[in-house]
């Protein structure tokens, strides 16, 4: 999650996710971007109805997740996921839709179920924040992504103190061009401002990465090895260990 476009959230969630699921989780992914972006980032179609059924109609998980590659499953957007950030009836219990129907599904038996939030912060953000046990936020090298982690700050503060429970922080930097000032600036601020909670591993911006979608790949599956592979594998390892910069 954070309220700022283009940051890497859904290509964190595309390439860690399958980057745990190479290591033997069993990883499924939810789309609660109305845009649709993970399903086609990974070669499949967003038009079999998924999250937009599951939230708006009260369906099952379990009849719409879509096997994506060994141990990934997806649950797609689905194409009317925008009408549910104006559903105006059912009161508080709104925010808690998505994590009762995680808790009614076989979703439960996930070892990582990977939430790509969208950019605003509304009811579909509200209830990924109630259903997670973590949040993972990625940071790309610019103040204005500095800017959206202080709002998901405020967010995450009052959503704890709703659900009696705190949630487990992460900040993930991304998108770093190690030969700008700022890059080095934007790091040495988050290390400071969040110690113990942001991610050893630096994804790098690298153009492979932006390719990918188009071909329906992640980055594992590149018709080469490249280094940000080598980053999403380093990220996975770190959130597995609770490593920290
Ligand atoms: N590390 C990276 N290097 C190069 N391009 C990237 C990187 N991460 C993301 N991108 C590209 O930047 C754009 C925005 O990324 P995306 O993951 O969709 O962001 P968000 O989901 O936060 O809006 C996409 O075109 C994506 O392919
Ligand atoms: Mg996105």
New binding site residues.
Partial sequence: M?Q?????????AVNLGHALALLGKKVTLLDM?PQG?IAISLGLKNDQGGLDRVLLKGESFDDYLMPARDNLDVVCAGNNLTDFERLALGGSSRGYRLRRAIEASTLMACDFVLI?CP?SSGLLGINAIFAADELLI?VSDDYLSLQGLSRIMQILKRSESVLGHSIRLWIVS??MQLRRRLTAEVRLKILKYFPGRVLKTV?????V??A??SLGKSVFEYEEMVT?AEDYQSLAQDLLDGRTG
């Fill in positions: 954070n700022k476009c283009g940051v890497g959230k859904t290509t964190t971007d972006h790509d950019a990625p991304t998108r994804i790098k911006e690298n153009a990465l932006a990918c979608p940000c």
